[in-house]
Structure formats: C-alpha cells, structure tokens
C-alpha cells in the first residue's frame, strides 16, 4: 500500500510538474501584423468596400476632409455618392487587387502607398477588365489608419 | 502617349530667361513645430515647376526625396522619372504651368498635401499638345528640407496632333480618342 501511494503520489508529482512546464512554455501568438502590412490591409480594406458599395464602413475608413483626385476632385460625400450611384446599374463590381504596393512613411503615423490594381466589371455578360495605378496617404488616428487622399489612374480598360 | 504627356509635364522646359530656378524653401511653415501654411505649399510646388523650367535634372532632383514615386501612366521612381525627364527634356518646350484651384492641406508640420489643375501646352518634335491635367503632390520635410514624396497626374483631356495638322478647335473633354495622350 505505502509502494502504490508513493508511487501515485510520484506519478502525480510527475503530472503536477509536466502541467506547470507546459503552462510555463510560450504559447504561439498570431504573428503581428507590421505597420506596412496594416497599410496595405487597409487599402485592401478600402477597395473592398468600395466595390460592395459597404458605404457606411467605407465613410468610417476615410477621414471627414478625404480628397479623392481622379478626373474629378471629390470630397468624402461626393465620393461615397458617386460609388452609390455606380452600385445602382445592374453590374457586378468584382474585387480590386492590391499588386506590387510601395508603401511609405512620411512620419511614424502618415504613410503613402502607390500600386498597381485590376478590377472586373460584369454586366449583362460581358465583362470589362479595368487597371489602374493607384495612390493614397492615410494618417493613423487613435489606431485606426484612415484615408486622407485617394488617386486613381485607369491605365486599360478591356471588354472580354 | 498620355506617359509621355506627363514626362513632358514633369519635364516642362518653361523658357524663363534669366531667371535663377527657386530651391525648396527650407522653412515653409517658418516654426520647426508649425503646420505649413497653404502659400508655404504652393510656393513649394510653384518652386518645382520652376526648376521643371530649367530642365536641369540635378536642380529637379533637388526637389525630389530618395523615395519619391511619381503615378501616372506608369509608376516610376525617382531615378526612372529623373532619366525620362532627362531623355524627354531636349526635344521639348512648354509654356509655364499655372497652378489652377489649388487645395492644400497640412496633414503635420512635416507633410503637406496640395491637389490643383494645371494645362499643359507644348511641343515635343513635331508633336505639339494641350493637356488639362490634376496634379497631387505630396510633400514632406526631412532633416529642415522639403522635398515631394510623391506625385499623381490624372490626365483629363487633351489633344496631340503632327506638326501641320490643324489642332481641335474643342478640346473640352470631347477629344477624338486617337488623339488623347494614353501612356
């Protein structure tokens, strides 16, 4: 009987010590994201939103004075009204993609991203390809990256 | 061709006889901890059309940080931008550029955001074209000295036509297409 509760009470010991080692041992941790990542991400961000016409998330990710340069120069409501009219013609917008983005800081929280992006546009079965060159400046905001200026340059637009 | 257009712009050799390009204002804004104020801006980015006019890439380079990315047809870095400006600049001319509507806005008492109009009018060879562009530039002090980050032409309209052709007699957004700049 002493052998059999020394030895639960060694195997017990054993398992109490495995427990606290394991609990001690890091944990692995989601890798951080970098700032350049969160830029990008919110670009990323922007354009999804744009092209489902999320108008209320997408008036939260731009900053009250947003400046859009296209052909036209628009402020953040005559964006968002512009987008909300394009939404209103039987057409599917397909995603835009962010390709080969240069992402760079002018102080710790403005940063300035330029790249290459294509988008389908489909209606009634056909499908135009458009590319752009696009650029922005976002400012960090208590932690939120949100766009003061948005530029886009249609560099194709292709009917398949 | 819309490309060459915004060399052109970038390289406008604007015939200022006799006159020293301006260098960047070192104190735009005055105070180290002041915001910029918007004729700070536009004399900044006034200042580098000016030295556009020379057609001295090493005065042009002066305005241009490290990193600076210009987006338009294509996205050049500084080195490419300044060798097609370098590569455009004998063969071309232009009238001087105006600042039209310009909006600026200090975004920190280090960066500065200006967006405006502008017209393009010049020759390059036996071209000869009138482009109506937006112009954002995006400028940021560094060490005391301003220099442009980044710079976005949006080309609106236009026309390029061979020297002896007639040019549009409109050329109010209902450019014949063959003829718009395009890259």
Not at chain 1, 117 to 146: D, F, P, R
Request: charged share 20%.
């Amino acid at each position: 009987m002493t052998e059999i509760a020394r030895f639960l009470s060694s195997a017990m010991l054993a398992l109490l010590q495995c427990a606290v080692v394991f609990a001690q041992k890091p944990r692995p941790q989601a890798h951080p994201v970098s700032i350049e990542g969160q830029v990008i991400a919110a670009e990323t961000v922007f354009q999804k939103d744009e092209s489902t016409a999320n108008l209320t998330a997408l008036k939260g990710l731009l900053l009250p004075d947003f400046v859009e340069a296209d052909r036209e120069i628009m402020n953040r409501d005559q964006l968002l009204n512009l987008i909300q009219r394009a939404h209103s013609i039987p057409c599917q917008f397909g995603d835009a993609t962010v390709e080969h983005p240069i992402v760079t800081f002018l102080d710790p929280d403005i940063a300035t991203i330029a790249y290459h992006s294509k988008q389908n546009l489909t209606c009634g079965g056909h499908v135009l390809v458009a590319e752009a060159n696009i650029s922005s400046v976002w400012v960090n905001t208590a932690g939120h990256w949100k766009a003061r200026l948005h530029a886009e340059i249609v560099t194709a637009a292709n009917v398949k | 061709m819309k490309q060459v257009f915004s060399v052109l712009l970038l390289a406008a050799a604007i015939p200022l006889a006799g006159q020293a390009p301006p260098q960047p204002s070192s104190d735009a804004g005055s105070a180290t901890a002041q915001k910029p104020g918007d004729a700070d801006v536009i004399a900044l980015e006034q200042s580098l059309l000016h030295a556009l006019a020379s057609g001295n890439t090493d005065d042009i380079g002066a305005f241009l940080s490290p990193d600076f990315i210009s987006v338009a047809g294509k996205i050049h870095s500084r080195a490419e931008s300044l060798q097609l400006i370098k590569v455009e600049q004998p063969y071309c001319t232009s009238q001087p550029l105006a600042i039209a509507h310009p909006q600026v806005s200090a975004l920190s008492s280090d960066v500065a955001v200006i967006v405006y109009q502008t017209t393009f009018r010049g020759t390059c060879g036996l071209r000869k074209g009138k482009v109506d562009l937006n112009i954002t530039s995006i400028w940021a002090r560094r060490n005391g000295k301003w220099q442009m980050r980044m710079r976005t032409e949006q080309v609106l309209n236009g026309f390029v036509v061979q020297s002896g052709e007639k040019e549009p007699s409109n050329t109010d957004g209902d450019t014949d297409e063959s003829q718009r700049p395009n890259d």
